[in-house]
C-alpha cells in the first residue's frame, strides 16, 4: 500500500485527545504498520501554528496536495460543522472511522463510516449509528438504538436502550436518556441540544434545548 497520509480536521481540544489513538486505528483498519502512517492536524484555514502537541498541522489545501493515498476524519463538537468540513474535502480523501483501543462494541451493530470512539465508550447489541457519530469518553450507546448522521455524544453520555436520535442531535456531558420501549422509542429530534446533566424523561422536539431533571424545553428570550 505504500506511507499513508491520515488528517484529523480541527487542532482544538477534542482533537487534542483523540489525536493520540488516531495511528494505532488506522493501522488496525487498514492492517498496517503504523510506521508507514503519517498524521496530521488538519485545519480548513491557513494554521497560525506549524505543530500542535508535536503534530504537524497543515491547511486544508495542503493536505490535499499530499501525494498517496489519503484519509481523514473530524474532530469537532457541532455535527453541522462536521458536515461542512466532510464537504469541503469532498472525494480527495476518504473517511475513516477511529476507535481508541479501550472503546467497547458488542455483536450486531451497525455503525456507519466516520464515527469516533473515544477511550472508555461502549456500543452494547443492535443499536444502528450513521455516520460521523462522536462518543466522547464514558459515554455508551445501549440495545436498540438508532442514531442519525453527524450526532454528538459529549463525555458521560448514558443513552439507554430503544432511542431513537435523529441527525445533528447534541448530547450534552453526564446527559441521561430514559429508555424507551419496542412499541414507542423515545426520540429526540434532529438538531435537538440536550444540556448537560439533563434526564431526558420523554420526546425531545427538533430543533429544542433541554435542560434539567426532568429534562423540559428551554423558552427562548
Not at 58 to 64: A, H, P, Q, T, V
Amino acid at each position: 500500500m505504500g506511507r499513508v497520509k491520515f488528517g484529523l480536521l480541527g487542532a482544538g481540544g477534542f482533537a487534542r485527545e483523540v489525536m493520540p489513538f488516531v495511528k494505532g486505528s488506522v493501522a488496525k483498519t487498514l492492517l498496517i504498520s503504523e510506521e508507514n502512517i503519517n498524521v496530521y492536524f488538519v485545519e480548513t484555514w491557513q494554521p497560525k501554528e506549524s505543530t500542535v502537541n508535536g503534530y504537524s498541522v497543515l491547511s486544508l489545501d495542503e493536505f490535499i496536495q499530499l501525494k498517496g493515498k489519503k484519509y481523514f476524519n473530524v474532530a469537532v463538537g457541532s455535527g453541522r460543522d462536521r458536515e461542512a468540513m466532510v464537504t469541503e474535502v469532498g472525494s480527495n480523501a476518504e473517511p475513516l472511522s477511529l476507535q481508541a483501543p479501550q472503546a467497547t462494541i458488542f455483536d450486531c451493530n451497525i455503525i456507519a463510516n466516520g464515527s469516533v470512539f473515544c477511550p472508555n465508550t461502549m456500543v452494547t447489541s443492535n443499536a444502528s449509528i450513521g455516520k460521523f457519530f462522536h462518543c466522547n469518553i464514558y459515554a455508551y450507546v445501549a440495545h436498540d438504538c438508532v442514531i442519525g448522521d453527524f450526532v454528538t455524544f459529549a463525555p458521560g453520555v448514558r443513552c439507554n436502550g430503544r432511542v431513537h436520535i435523529e441527525d445533528y442531535a447534541y448530547i450534552g456531558t453526564n446527559a441521561i436518556i430514559r429508555e424507551g420501549t419496542s412499541e414507542k422509542p423515545l426520540r429526540i429530534g434532529k438538531g435537538a441540544v440536550v444540556g448537560m446533566g439533563a434526564v431526558v424523561t420523554k420526546d425531545v422536539p427538533a430543533g429544542a434545548t433541554v435542560v434539567g431533571n426532568p429534562a423540559r424545553v428551554m423558552e427562548k428570550r
